[in-house]
């Protein structure tokens, strides 16, 4: 049974820093691209970045271009995303899920960027 369970979030202040982490069971991770997405109040759910199965290709959200940084733990199935010079409209719930085929979402992790 695959598992996601989505850590790191809470409340930063404009221009903070919080690393997100994606911790995953029950896949065959190494041969996985993992996505992290978030949902903003009262939206719909959207992406942000993907990693690769190597880690060396790390597609983002123009949003997040150059703010954010994906990486990828293939030893312990773990997805890591820092999240730097964060803007209030990044406020949303972030979840992680492999690419292609969507497992069982987690609960996600709750980010309020508010001064």
């Known amino acids: 049974q695959v598992q996601l369970v989505e850590s790191g979030g809470g409340l930063v202040q404009p221009g903070g820093s919080l690393t997100l982490v994606c911790v995953t069971s029950?896949?065959?991770?190494?041969?996985?691209?993992i996505n992290w997405y978030r949902q903003p109040p009262g939206k719909e759910r959207e992406f942000v970045a993907t990693?690769?199965?190597?880690?060396?290709?790390?597609p983002y959200a123009d949003s997040v271009k150059g703010l954010f940084t994906i990486s990828r733990d293939n030893a312990g199935d773990t997805v890591i995303l820092q999240m730097n010079s964060l803007k209030p409209e990044y406020t949303a719930v972030y979840y992680c899920?492999?690419?292609?085929?969507?497992?069982?979402w987690g609960q996600g992790t709750q980010v309020t960027v508010s001064s």
């Open positions: 899920n492999t690419r292609w085929v969507p497992k069982p």
């Open positions: 990693v690769s199965k190597s880690g060396d290709s790390t």
């Open positions: 029950g896949l065959t991770f190494n041969r996985s691209e």
